[in-house]
């Protein structure tokens, strides 16, 4: 350490080393003479001064990071003589680097999971099993909260929560809709993060007499209450109970989901049957457990519990990632990130060829640094210094394009929901990637090109003036990277092909229904304040006529989820043919309006919808799943619900199916519509029909809402396209850059053949020529081109057809009706990349066939 | 180790640490004095030696070497060394 530090000091004095060295030396020889009195024998004694004070010299100089030095400076000499070279290589790899931070900064922002909980991992969610037949649904008995927590020791902290929405009003502001957690205390205890202002919930808070008790989040805080300290103590009243404002969580926290709000769950609440059903029960496996220990133990608790018979698993022990969509789709994120890396390895076969090629013409400078002494690893890293060089500042410029991109994806991204860990912005791990990829792709496409050029024969290429680094085995590296790069693009190709082929299907599905001009709102109604059906029926049906009577709107009605948007799933039993029941089984259905099917224009094929509660309409799918092949008109079915002596309800009209599932849409489900006055919800979903482009009305829509209940807002006001639009953007997103991604790597690949054909026909004009003037026709020289051009073509569709089948499996997740080995797709993965070849062959063989043979012989 | 154990006795420039070899060994050592700038310099660098220029006793600019307390230890340890080593010797040539 001090050495280095003496170093330093030296060489910012150089100069004054240099003439200590010299008095050193000069009072030395002074001294000597003085004792013999002869200068000739002095300096004899003495000895080669000169070498003496260039080894002190040498003591003191950081020779290795000199060298460094020395190399850098002639790297950047190197690349600045030749700019078109340079230039070429900058912007390939510009775009190859960027892109690839671009993705990683995405994935890996998208993959962190940072929801404030420690090993996030070993998190677990207990689901109900599909093993409970013939057990009254309604009461969840092997969900039971108490009886799980008491007795399983293989989940620790075992919490239950609930996630809902809430009505807020308080003398402050205007009523608001938050996201509300209610969660026991042992889910608070794996929380990370602690309330930056106030306290946090203990087991205290769950005690029956306990006041009421609410957290906020940073969010709420801001907005509410303006991020002032004394909101603590303030009473903030939910769902018309009031609450307590005891604390604040810093911003970010949010699990286990992004709420607004945290309550605690009482003993009383986990009695609520109501709560029951959305519960939610996880914790995290103890020390050494593994998933399969804790389902089967977990399993054997919630199986005692119940009385009845148990055909298969009671409750699922998943991992609690799973519930996160981000995490399901990680094949997908995943892939993409094979996509880019692809792009940059054709981008490093293309500099790797653009140096070959220049190697060519350095073979001789080479040389001569080897005859006059430099050491090959010396050459060597030389040449790496360069190629690393060029890759950096390919990496900055890389930087900037990652910067843009990020943005565009965040921009485009931006409708989407997302988790708020998800932050698509350079950030530390971005940068270290960056520079990482960066002086990674220099070495490894300035590899190839060095050892070629190190591996130089100084004699024959000192004397024949450069051609010594194009021997044949220089040709077939090559080409071997232009097979490669067509390899990697064919991978590029299946997977976009994939992708596009999936998302024009997913476009060109049939709705059944007409989305335009269509207005929808999300209405959500306090249990506290409508606690009957006859409360919530009343409230819609002034809802309905408020919003009727509004100029411009032709229809309105209600329907418990939209289009694209999912489905309830009811305990329910269905008649089979011969007017027996079935057995109770899960059934698929939307509570719907009876003006429902007139507002959307969905197509009734027979029968007709209901006016009141007086039957149900199933879709088709539905009518051929129970009663193929017969008249599914006046056969009965009924959905439990959690009640008993629901009643048998008679099909009285079967609609088109609509698409309802979100992730599959071409997947058709047998649905049923129950009569909303059957089933009254609380949360509904508002459809209108307009006369006028439904934007216009939205203001009047949410003055509507409240007139009729001040404290009640309205919510995700928007036009049904726009809505479909965002339940297709995961598809359109990854569509667009995958198809971005192969566009470049075709370019790329494209422009790497290219260049090899052509350069290998300027190679050999001499040799072209004597063909021809030995007889050889232009229809010879030409196919003798391109079968060479195309030899690299196939290869590469050889070698990476098994690579794309195996690599395209990661994105069946994100393909809708497309199978990942779809054979259309990769016969136009064929087609495009034989055509572009040919292309690529093509036109240095036109060239090669207007070798005019005499110039070519004198050629040289 | 000769070096360190000439600047034990005082501080001295180059030419001074060649005569006094010279001179204590009657003769025998004689060092090539160019050769003893770079060790020297390689000491002063290691931190076994400080330098500092000084008048000397002949008006002129000359470089003093004196030893630091990490030389003196080296010294220490260096001769410790040697001595085990020239007993080591004396008795393998002593053994009959």
């Known amino acids: ?860 | 180790m000769l070096i360190l154990k000439t600047l034990a006795r005082a501080p001295m420039h180059g030419w001074g640490v060649a005569q006094s070899i010279q001179q204590t060994s009657e003769e025998v050592l004689r060092v090539e004095e160019g050769s003893l700038y770079p060790a020297l310099h390689r000491m002063e660098l290691d931190g076994l030696i400080d330098a500092e220029w000084g008048q000397s006793e002949n008006k002129r600019r000359a470089k003093y070497y004196r030893l630091t307390n990490r030389g003196r230890k080296a010294l220490a340890e260096e001769a410790d060394h040697w001595r085990q080593l020239a007993q080591a010797i004396a008795r393998v040539m002593e053994a009959v």
Not at chain 1, 117 to 130: M, Q
Not at chain 1, 583 to 588: D, H, K, Q
Not at chain 1, 594 to 610: I, K, P
Not at chain 1, 677 to 691: F, G, H, I, M, N
Request: hydrophobic share 45%; net charge positive; aromatic share 8%.
């Open chain 1, 1 to 860: 350490m001090n050495k280095f530090v003496k170093r330093l000091r030296a060489l910012w004095r150089r100069g004054q080393l240099d003439r200590d060295l010299e008095d050193e030396m000069a009072f030395h020889l002074a001294m000597n003479e003085k004792q013999s009195g002869d200068s000739t024998a002095a300096q004899r004694r003495l000895g080669n001064t000169t070498a003496f004070k260039e080894s002190c010299r040498d003591l003191w100089a950081f020779t290795r990071i000199e060298a460094w030095w020395q190399d850098i400076r002639y790297a950047l000499r190197t690349l600045r003589n030749s700019p078109l070279v340079t230039a070429t290589a900058l912007v390939a790899l510009a775009l190859g680097i960027g892109a690839n931070t671009t993705v990683f900064t995405i994935v890996s922002s998208a993959l962190r999971f940072d929801m404030g909980v420690d090993h996030v991992e070993r998190l677990v969610a207990l689901h109900p099993g599909e093993g409970l037949e013939n057990v009254d649904p309604r009461s969840q008995p092997s969900m039971d909260f108490a009886n799980l927590r008491s007795q399983v020791k293989t989940v620790e902290n075992l919490a239950a929560y609930r996630f809902s929405a809430v009505n807020v009003s308080d003398s402050r502001a205007l009523p608001e809709r938050y996201w509300r957690v209610q969660m026991t205390a042992s889910g608070w205890a794996l929380v990370r993060p602690k309330p930056i202002v106030g306290r946090g919930f203990g087991p205290d808070d769950e005690r029956a007499d306990a006041t009421p008790a609410v957290l906020l989040s940073h969010r709420a805080w801001e907005r509410r209450y303006g991020g002032d300290p004394s909101a603590v103590g303030k009473v903030m009243r939910i769902d018309d109970v009031d609450h307590v404002v005891v604390g604040v969580m810093p911003a970010g926290a949010q699990f286990p989901e992004d709420a607004d709000l945290w309550t605690p769950m009482t003993a009383k609440d986990l009695m609520n049957p109501e709560f029951r059903r959305a519960l939610l029960i996880f914790g995290r496996l103890a020390d050494g457990v593994t998933l399969a220990a804790a389902q089967s133990e977990v399993d054997g608790v919630a199986r005692r519990a119940i009385p009845g018979k148990v055909t298969g698993p009671a409750v699922s022990v998943r991992p609690l990632l799973e519930m996160i969509g981000v995490y399901e789709a990680r094949a997908m994120l995943y892939a993409m990130m094979f996509a880019v890396g692809f792009v940059l390895l054709i981008v490093c076969g293309d500099v790797a060829n653009l140096l070959l090629g220049r190697a060519a013409a350095r073979a001789r400078e080479i040389s001569i640094r080897i005859a006059i002494g430099a050491g090959r690893v010396r050459i060597i890293r030389q040449l790496l210094v360069e190629s690393v060089m060029l890759s950096t500042a390919g990496g900055v410029a890389g930087g900037l394009v990652a910067v843009g991109g990020l943005r565009w994806f965040e921009n485009m991204t931006a409708q989407g929901r997302r988790p708020s860990w998800i932050q698509f912005t350079m950030d530390a791990r971005g940068f270290a990637y960056l520079a990482a990829i960066s002086i990674g792709a220099g070495i490894l496409f300035g590899l190839a090109p060095a050892l070629q050029l190190a591996r130089v024969d100084v004699n024959s290429s000192v004397k024949d003036g450069g051609r010594g680094a194009e021997g044949p085995r220089s040709r077939r590296l090559a080409g071997l990277l232009v097979g490669f790069q067509m390899a990697l693009c064919v991978v590029l190709l299946a997977a976009s092909g994939l992708m596009i082929h999936s998302t024009v299907k997913l476009y060109n599905a049939p709705l059944a229904i007409d989305p335009a001009n269509v207005l929808t709102m999300r209405v959500d109604l306090p249990e506290t304040k409508y606690a009957t059906p006859d409360r919530v029926s009343e409230f819609y049906r002034g809802l309905e006529a408020t919003l009727g009577s509004l100029p411009g709107v032709t229809h309105v009605s209600l329907t418990s989820h939209l289009p694209l948007s999912g489905w309830d799933d009811f305990r329910g039993q269905v008649e089979n043919a011969a007017g027996k029941p079935g057995n109770m089984g899960e059934l698929s259905g939307l509570v719907v309006d009876a003006n429902y099917f007139g507002t959307l224009g969905v197509r009734l094929r027979h029968g007709q919808a209901f006016q009141k509660a007086e039957g149900v309409v199933v879709n088709e799918s539905f009518a051929a799943k129970f009663w193929p092949g017969q008249d599914p008109l006046g056969k009965r079915l009924r959905a439990a619900d959690g009640r008993d002596g629901q009643p048998w309800m008679t099909v009285i009209g079967v609609a088109t199916d609509v698409q309802q599932n979100r992730l599959s849409p071409l997947e058709r489900t047998p649905l049923f519509y129950l009569p909303y006055d059957a089933e009254p919800q609380r949360t509904v979903y508002v459809l209108a029909r307009t006369a006028v482009p439904p934007g216009n009305l939205v203001e009047a829509f949410r003055r509507a809402v409240q007139n009729l209940d001040q404290n009640l807002p309205a919510q995700d006001v928007m036009s049904l396209e726009n809505h479909i639009a965002q339940q297709r953007l995961d598809s359109a997103v990854f569509g667009k850059l995958f198809a971005f991604f192969a566009a470049i790597a075709l370019l790329l690949a494209w422009v790497g053949l290219y260049a090899v054909v052509a350069h290998g026909v300027s190679q050999r004009t001499q040799e072209i020529g004597i063909r021809m003037a030995l007889g050889g026709t232009r229809r010879d020289i030409f196919t003798l081109v391109v079968k060479q051009g195309m030899r690299q073509v196939l290869g590469g569709f050889a070698v990476g057809l098994p690579l794309a089948l195996v690599v395209t499996r990661g994105l069946s997740h994100g393909l809708v009706g497309v199978s990942p080995s779809d054979p259309a797709t990769y016969a136009s993965v064929a087609v495009v990349l034989g055509f572009a070849g040919l292309l690529g062959c093509a036109i240095p063989a036109r060239r090669a066939i207007r070798i005019d043979p005499l110039a070519a012989l004198r050629h040289e």
